[in-house]
T-cell receptor
Framework: DTGVSQNPRHKITKRGQNVTFRCDPISEHNRLYWYRQTLGQGPEFLTYFQNEAQLEKSRLLSDRFSAERPKGSFSTLEIQRTEQGDSAMYLC???????????????FGQGTRLTVV | RKEVEQDPGPFNVPEGATVAFNCTYSNSASQSFFWYRQDCRKEPKLLMSVYSSGNEDGRFTAQLNRASQYISLLIRDSKLSDSATYLCVVNKDPGYALNFGKGTSLLVTP
């Protein structure tokens, strides 16, 4: 499968625990995005990487959230001290290089569904 | 005011019907516009980009009105397989992110 891969697909955790999700983008895609989607809403932007550089972060990304893309390949999203409000689908997307900020098609992974109990 | 607004529906239409979805966006500096499709419990997938001159892909026609900051999607001859949520998407300017609307739910019935 050469699409965007996310692991785990489902995660149930107790409030206050830390969780980490992984995203493997399509190879040669240097752009990587994290989005969060709750029921009945469209995806909300969290953060963007170009290669290993984190170029943009949403104000949704509180101090408890951190993302990394250490070698410009896979990325991780960590949530510390989870709260019930963190329950959502966490989507990763990747896209190929483009000129400047020109948009290139983003391909989404199937997401990690987080439930905080 | 949300950056991208859509009528959430649901739109229930019979097979063969023509249905139109509308979307407005608030940032006049936005440059890129798209419609994504999302099936239940699946990831969003690009349906089509939207260009100022309007564009068509088979049964799907997208229109952009920059002056009114309005985007539309027309689906002709609806199929059962068109049942999904259609997300209006606008690039965030400045920046790399995409702003998604809440989505419009379409159910095509036999």
């Amino acid at each position: 499968d050469t699409g965007v891969s996310q692991n785990p697909r489902h995660k149930i955790t107790k409030r206050g625990q830390n969780v980490t999700f992984r995203c493997d983008p399509i190879s040669e895609h240097n752009r990587l995005y994290w989005y969060r989607q709750t029921l009945g809403q469209g995806p909300e932007f969290l953060t963007y990487f170009q290669n290993e550089a984190q170029l943009e972060k949403s104000r949704l990304l509180s101090d408890r959230f951190s993302a990394e893309r250490p070698k410009g390949s896979f990325s991780t999203l960590e949530i510390q001290r989870t709260e019930q409000g963190d329950s959502a689908m966490y989507l990763c997307a990747s896209s190929p290089p483009g000129q400047g900020k020109a948009y290139t098609e983003a391909f989404f992974g199937q997401g990690t569904r987080l439930t905080v109990v | 005011r949300k950056e991208v607004e859509q009528d959430p529906g649901p739109f229930n239409v019979p097979e063969g019907a023509t249905v139109a979805f509308n979307c407005t966006y608030s940032n006049s500096a936005s440059q890129s516009f798209f419609w994504y499709r999302q099936d239940c419990r699946k990831e969003p997938k690009l349906l089509m980009s939207v260009y100022s001159s309007g564009n068509e892909d088979g049964r799907f026609t997208a229109q952009l009105n920059r002056a009114s900051q309005y985007i539309s999607l027309l689906i002709r001859d609806s199929k059962l397989s068109d049942s999904a949520t259609y997300l209006c998407v606008v690039n965030k300017d400045p920046g790399y992110a995409l702003n998604f609307g809440k989505g419009t739910s379409l159910l095509v019935t036999p």
